[in-house]
């Protein structure tokens, strides 16, 4: 039978084209190269994290910056001179930790008090260890800016100024104007040290120089079970000196994490506009 229009539903058939296969369509998929498949699923399994990744995780922070190619990251500017100089003085800092580290732990332990050389001997050991943490803290210094500034610098197209406001940050300058002068004031102190070294060793190794402690009851001798009095006052500066680290590092981390959080929110109405404004629009030229 005929439709409305005259046609047969044969016709009307013919004219729609014929409706393809289930089988025919998957023949018309494009064929996946299988060394590309299981190469793309190797690169999804090792994307998730593991078992010890997800139990460690809460340690430390796990999420890395965004990726932004900005051509202005790649030209050289005051900061990064700046920079420059910070490592120079991490360089520095490092041999110094070194060296005075070597000398406490080989400095000789028996000293008394009540004596002339056990007195220079204790003033050596505050010397040194005073040095030594100006140089860790300075290194440490130098390194968290330099690594906190670059993370900023890279972060986007306001990375440069989020750089500098964390550069210029009253609390960063303050421990790195610290670390540097402390830095600093550590190498004369070195020659004291040295000298202090000098004035034990002359006055333990020459002749007639007396080995046997002049009082055995001294308080620098007494000990608590079978730990040191003195060994204990020590411990205690060294844990100190690492609080104080400690305490550095949280506020470099703070001060980061907040210049990080204001370049985020800055740059999204720029970099919502500056797509808009790359982008093709459907507007006609008004000529």
């Not at 070597?102 to 003033?123: H, M, P, R, S, Y």
């Not at 500034?149 to 960063?172: H, Q, V």
């Not at 990080?260 to 500056?274: G, N, S, V």
Request: net charge negative.
């Amino acid at each position: 039978p005929a439709d409305l229009f005259g046609c047969d539903i044969a016709d009307a058939e013919t004219m729609g084209g014929s409706q393809s296969s289930p089988q025919e369509e998957v023949s018309a998929r494009p064929v996946i190269d299988p060394r590309l498949e299981s190469a793309m699923r190797a690169l999804d399994d090792t994307s998730v994290p593991d078992g010890v990744t997800q139990a460690f995780s809460g340690l430390v922070r796990s999420e890395s910056m965004d990726m932004s190619n900005d051509p202005r990251m790649m030209t050289d500017n005051v900061l990064n001179k700046r920079l420059v100089a910070l490592s120079s003085l991490a360089l520095v800092s490092t041999v110094m930790v070194g060296i005075t580290g070597g000398l406490i732990l080989a400095l000789k332990k028996d000293i008394e008090l009540n004596t002339v050389v056990g007195g220079a001997q204790f003033c050596m050991l505050l010397i040194l260890n005073g040095i030594l943490f100006s140089n860790l803290l300075a290194t440490y210094m130098s390194i968290a800016q330099h690594y906190f500034c670059y993370r900023l610098m890279t972060a986007g197209p306001t990375g440069y100024e989020m750089a500098s406001r964390y550069y210029l940050n009253p609390n960063i300058i303050f421990w790195r104007h610290f670390a540097i002068r402390a830095m600093l004031m550590s190498l004369p102190a070195f020659i004291v040290a040295g000298g202090l070294k000098q004035l034990v060793s002359f006055s333990q190794d020459m002749p007639g120089g007396d080995e046997k402690f002049q009082d055995p009851n001294h308080w620098t001798l007494v000990r608590i079970g079978n730990l040191s009095v003195l060994g204990l006052v020590v411990c205690i500066c060294w844990v100190l000196m690492a609080l104080a680290l400690c305490y550095a590092d949280s506020r470099h981390r703070r001060v980061f994490s907040d210049c990080y959080e204001q370049a985020r929110e800055l740059e999204k109405p720029l970099i919502e506009t500056t797509r808009r404004m790359a982008s093709r629009g459907d507007s006609r030229p008004d000529i």
